[in-house]
């Protein structure tokens, strides 16, 4: 690990810390890796799909967001698996080049083949759940 890598990570780690971020939402969500998505998929399952940075501040604002909206509701939880892909890792991986992610603060919510919804960083409360809405709408 280079410094300036282990230097922001830290960083991200004290951050998220004090703002409660971090992988623990409300329910399970689970960290990537290769063929975790196409497995669940291939099980029949929607995948929501959170890429994310822990120093990335727009991520942390749609963490919470999340979270909150899935305290708030258990049924997101029921419908939909949770992945988060890790930015930094595999921002030049095919799990992000296939789907032509433009950057992080990226969710989008998957079904099958196909793509159902996608959010480039957006942050609004109404827009995460319309999101996540069509997410438990698909899973039902």
Request: with cysteine.
């Amino acid at each position: 690990m280079n410094r300036r890598h282990f230097i922001s990570t830290a960083t991200g780690l004290v951050f998220g810390a004090a703002v409660g971020f971090g992988t623990a939402h409300a329910g399970s969500e689970l960290d990537y890796k290769p063929g975790l998505i196409k497995s669940h998929l291939d099980a029949g399952k929607t995948v929501f799909v959170d890429y994310s940075a822990s120093w990335c501040g727009t991520c942390q604002r749609q963490a919470r967001v999340i979270n909150d909206l899935r305290k708030a509701n258990p049924a997101y939880d029921k419908a939909m698996v949770f992945v988060r892909v890790d930015w930094d890792d595999f921002k030049t991986h095919e799990v992000t080049t296939s789907r032509q992610i433009p950057r992080r603060s990226t969710l989008l919510v998957l079904k099958g083949d196909e793509e159902l919804g996608r959010i480039v960083a957006g942050t609004s409360v109404e827009q995460i759940k319309g999101l996540m809405d069509e997410g438990v709408a698909a899973g039902s």
